[in-house]
Nanobody
Framework: QVQLVESGGGLVQAGGSLRLSCAAS????????MGWFRRAPGKEREFVSV???????????TYTDSVKGRFTISRDNAKNMVYLQMNSLKPEDTAVYYC?????????????????WGQGTQVTVSS
């Protein structure tokens, strides 16, 4: 049984930082592209970032424009973990953040390309 469990969300003031973690189990982790998505109140789920199967310096990453330069995705294949370091947070980053796993060959920004999802973790940024 595949499980993705997010943690690290919370309440932070604008300009602050949070580090989200996603623990994966029940799958061969290094066979999956890993992504982060978010859903803000009253909005559709949107792509945040994705990382290729590799970890370390070999990893390829993609970010949505609104988080470029502020967020960093990383993974540790030895620990079956993926992370999202979020700096310079803004109120518009407030959302439930989800990690997701995709068996696609290439990275995707489309939620429908992801096979497994976590339950999400709430991030609230106050102004």
């Amino acid at each position: 049984q595949v499980q993705l469990v997010e943690s690290g969300g919370g309440l932070v003031q604008a300009g602050g930082s949070l580090r989200l973690s996603c623990a994966a189990s029940g799958l061969t982790f290094n066979k999956y592209v890993m992504g982060w998505f978010r859903r803000a109140p009253g909005k559709e789920r949107e792509f945040v970032s994705v990382i290729s199967r590799s970890d370390g310096d070999d990893a390829d990453t993609t970010y949505t424009d609104s988080v470029k330069g502020r967020f960093t995705i990383s993974r540790d294949n030895a620990k079956n973990m993926v992370y999202l370091q979020m700096n310079s947070l803004k109120p518009e980053d407030t959302a439930v953040y989800y990690c997701a796993a995709s068996f696609r060959v290439s990275q995707s920004v489309n939620p429908s390309d992801y096979n497994f999802w976590g339950q999400g973790t709430q991030v609230t940024v106050s102004s």
